[in-house]
């Protein structure tokens, strides 16, 4: 019964390489985010899709495109991995009109070696 | 954009002390305050909000005051425990972007026994 669910939790992976996080939201919400913690904890946004429709695109360079198939999924994919990718990604979902609460998955730790 | 900037950094407090951290955001059209607490290797999850047309809010041992002349937010919590030892996070938000929440940098909380 997990309210916001990725996959996977580790990912160490080689510079180059391309890979993708799954994320989904069984909260009904129809707003999901991308958010990326670095190495000082400092969290910042990514994306934003709202009913399957990207809302907020903060300057991630293009090697980093998100996808999703339903409001209930938001996949990031990221092409060409650099060391500088290595962080936490974490996935949340919010209602849109409600200005409230964001609900965060348990993140996904990515390590390019 | 929005800034939001948080202090302090750290903070040490003997358990039953109250501690307080406070953050500073430059949008004044942001309306919604929310804090989040991570403890190691978790997700952040929300432990009190505000809302811009209020000017404190309070459950159980934590509280948030909200000063929106000066643009500044405060989180205070009592009779600290060796539980509350985690990572805080302030953050801005405001309903017409998609929610999009920007956040401090952080607040480490240690609280010794």
């Known amino acids: 019964d997990t309210a916001v669910s990725q996959t996977p939790k580790y990912l160490v992976t080689q510079m180059g390489n391309d890979k993708s996080i799954k994320c989904e939201q069984n909260?009904?919400?129809?707003?999901m985010y991308w958010y990326k913690q670095d190495s000082k904890k400092f969290l910042k946004i990514m994306f934003s899709?709202?009913?399957?429709?990207?809302?907020i695109n903060e300057t991630v360079p293009n090697r980093f495109s998100p996808k999703s198939p339903d409001k209930a999924h938001l996949n990031l994919h990221i092409n060409s991995l650099e060391l500088g990718d290595s962080a936490v990604y974490f996935c949340?979902?919010?209602?849109?009109?409600?200005?409230?609460?964001?609900?965060f998955g348990p993140g996904t730790r990515l390590t390019v070696t | 954009g929005e800034n939001v900037e948080q202090h302090p950094s750290t903070l040490s407090v003997q358990e039953g002390d109250s501690a307080v951290i406070k953050c500073t955001y430059s949008?004044?059209?942001?309306?919604?305050f929310p804090w989040y607490k991570q403890e190691l290797g978790k997700r952040p999850q929300l432990i009190i909000d505000i809302r811009s047309n209020v000017g404190e809010k309070k459950d159980q041992r934590i509280a948030v005051t909200l000063n929106k002349t000066a643009k500044h937010f405060s989180l205070h919590i009592t009779e600290t425990q060796p539980e509350d030892s985690a990572v805080y996070f302030c953050a801005a938000s405001k309903a017409e972007y998609g929610n999009k929440l920007v956040f401090g940098a952080g607040t480490i909380l240690r609280v010794k026994s």
């Open positions: 909260l009904g919400h129809d707003t």
């Open positions: 899709y709202n009913n399957k429709e990207l809302i």
């Open positions: 949340a979902s919010s209602q849109w009109d409600e200005s409230d609460e964001q609900y």
């Open positions: 949008d004044s059209a942001s309306n919604y």
